[in-house]
């Protein structure tokens, strides 16, 4: 019978698995933050329904006249002011949507590292699996080569 060898215990060569949030956080510049706010606000109920109330405020005070008209019908002031709102906003959520693009691409490394490192320790319990059911083959033939008087031929022995 051969002697029975056991793979050598499986080291963990690699670094501990970091919270992709933090890494992309250490990262982040001033502008970046900032892209990320106004796209928020930007993108958010409370800011549709604020402009809603100040455009809606502003046509009112201008069609009744309840002030002096410093912008009459068309409201071509108020066209300007949200050009040039659409003119900003934009770029920066464009800026906002690259950064996100970005955090997407780290995220996506991340798992695919963790994908790796797993792969070997599952590789690693698959290779020292297979060895145990060669052991237990080994030890089931050992008994089975024993035969029926085995007890007997053993307690005799002590």
Partial sequence: MRQLSF?????HHHPPVRNV???????????QRAADRVAALVGSWRFISVQSLLLAGWAALN????ASHWDP????LMNLVLSLQA???APVIMMSQNRQASYDRTAAHND??????????????L???ATQDEALKQI?????GLGPGANTAISAQE
């Fill in 7 to 11: 793979p050598e215990r499986f080291l």
């Fill in 21 to 31: 949030n933090e890494i992309v956080e250490e990262h982040l510049t001033v502008s």
């Fill in 63 to 66: 069609v009744t006249a309840w």
């Fill in 73 to 76: 019908y068309p409201f071509i």
């Fill in 87 to 89: 003119a900003y906003t």
């Fill in 112 to 125: 695919y590292e963790i994908n790796q490192k797993a792969e070997q320790e599952i590789r690693a319990i």
């Fill in 127 to 129: 290779d020292h699996l």
């Fill in 140 to 144: 089931h033939d050992l008994l089975v």
